[in-house]
C-alpha cells in the first residue's frame, strides 16, 4: 500500500479515442505531479500542481490535459495520442510547507499506457 | 538545465559483494539529494535523501550514499548487497527553488544467490 492509488493499472488505447487516468492520494499531502517513464530515459516531470494550482508545465504537448480537482485528486485526460506516448505514467505527491528543504516524493504503482 | 547522471546501466553481483553506483549532476548550486529504489512489480520509493550537514547519509537496508560537493557527486553504496536488493535504483536531484526533481536514467542492479 503506497498511499498513491493509480487507475487504471494497464490502457490500450487507439489513436482516436480518449480516455483519463487517474490518481489519488491518501497521504494528506498538498502537491501532485505526473510523471512519464520510458525504458532507458530519466523520468520525465510533465505536470506540477501544488495546493491545486500547476506550477509546473514541462512542455508536455497539449494531447495531455491535467486536471486536478482538490488535493487528493488528480487527472490525465489522454486525446488523439502517439504510440510514442506508449510509456508508464507515474503520479507522486509530496507535502510543500514553502519553509523548508523540499521533501520525498511518494509515488503510485503506475499506470501501463500502450497507444496502437 | 540540470541534469544527472548515473553511469552503469546494468550491475550484475554475486551475494555478499560490495556495490557502489554512481551519480553525478551538473548543477552547481545548492541541492537537495536522494536515491529511489524501484523493486519488482514495486512502487518506487525513496531510499535514503542529503539535504545538509554530514556529507555520509545512511538510508534504509544498510544503504548509504556520500555527497561529494567538489565532484558533484552522490555515489551509492552497500558493502555486502543480498538477492533482495535486485531492483533498479534511481538517483534525483533537487536544484529549484519550487517542487522540481530530476532523475537519473536508473541503474538495473541484479543481485545472483
Known amino acids: 500500500e503506497t498511499g498513491v492509488t493509480q487507475t487504471p493499472r494497464h490502457l490500450v488505447m487507439g489513436m482516436t479515442n480518449k480516455k483519463s487516468l487517474k490518481c489519488e492520494q491518501h497521504l494528506g499531502h498538498n502537491a501532485m505531479y505526473w510523471y512519464k517513464q520510458s525504458a532507458k530515459k530519466p523520468l520525465e516531470l510533465m505536470f506540477v500542481?501544488?495546493?491545486?494550482?500547476?506550477?509546473e508545465n514541462n512542455s508536455v504537448p497539449s494531447r495531455f490535459s491535467p486536471e486536478c480537482p482538490n488535493s487528493s485528486h488528480l487527472f490525465l485526460h489522454l486525446h488523439t495520442l502517439q504510440p510514442e506516448d506508449s510509456a508508464l505514467y507515474l503520479c507522486?505527491?509530496?507535502?510543500?510547507?514553502?519553509?523548508?528543504?523540499?521533501?520525498?516524493?511518494?509515488f503510485g504503482e503506475g499506470s501501463r499506457l500502450t497507444v496502437l | 538545465a540540470q541534469s544527472v547522471s548515473q553511469h552503469n546501466h546494468h550491475v550484475i553481483l554475486s551475494e555478499a559483494a560490495s556495490l557502489e553506483l554512481g551519480c553525478n549532476y551538473s548543477y552547481g548550486g545548492t541541492v537537495n539529494l536522494f536515491w529511489y529504489v524501484q523493486y519488482p512489480g514495486q512502487h518506487l520509493q525513496l531510499l535514503l535523501k542529503y539535504f545538509s550537514g554530514d556529507p555520509l547519509v545512511k538510508g534504509i537496508k544498510g544503504f548509504e550514499a556520500e555527497f561529494i560537493k567538489s565532484k558533484f557527486s552522490f555515489n551509492l553504496r552497500k558493502p555486502s548487497v543480498q538477492w533482495s536488493d535486485t531492483a533498479e535504483y534511481f538517483c534525483?536531484?533537487?536544484?529549484?527553488?519550487?517542487?522540481?526533481?530530476?532523475f537519473g536514467t536508473g541503474t538495473k542492479l541484479q543481485v545472483i544467490p
Open positions: 500542481y501544488s495546493l491545486e494550482e500547476r506550477v
Open positions: 534525483a536531484v533537487n536544484s529549484g527553488g519550487y517542487q522540481k526533481v530530476t
Open positions: 507522486a505527491s509530496s507535502q510543500d510547507t514553502g519553509l523548508g528543504p523540499f521533501g520525498e516524493l511518494f
